[in-house]
């Protein structure tokens, strides 16, 4: 993946995943390894673990650790409170 420079690498990581969730890449209940994706983007895994978490509440996925990303699925009322772009 070729990075802009004018925005941090981790937002563009959480922009591909959300992307790759709503396009059914991440099917419901698909872990989503951190290893795997530091290798693909060349990055550290920090950057990767960043841009898992970013924003927490808003994405249908759970962080565990040692493990990865948990890819959750969402159902009416599972993202209530979760703070919007309006």
Same mark, same amino acid.
Request: glycine share 8%; hydrophobic share 30%; no cysteine.
């Given at each position: 993946?070729?990075f802009d420079?004018? &925005?941090?690498?981790? !937002?563009?990581?959480?922009? @591909? ?10 099917? %419901? =209940? ?8 530091? &290798?693909?983007?060349? !990055?550290?895994?920090?950057? @990767? ?10 994405? %249908? =996925? ?8 948990? &890819? ?15």
């Amino acid at each position: 993946m070729t990075f802009d420079p004018t &925005r941090p690498k981790w !937002v563009q990581i959480a922009d @591909v995943i959300r992307s790759r969730i709503a396009s059914g890449e991440y099917p %419901p =209940h698909h872990l989503i390894s951190e290893a795997q994706m530091e &290798r693909e983007f060349g !990055v550290a895994r920090v950057t @990767v673990r960043k841009g898992h978490r970013s924003p927490p509440r808003r994405e %249908p =996925h759970r962080h565990h650790p040692g493990h990865g990303l948990l &890819r959750l699925e969402v159902t009416p009322g599972s993202l209530a409170g979760a703070p919007t772009d309006a």
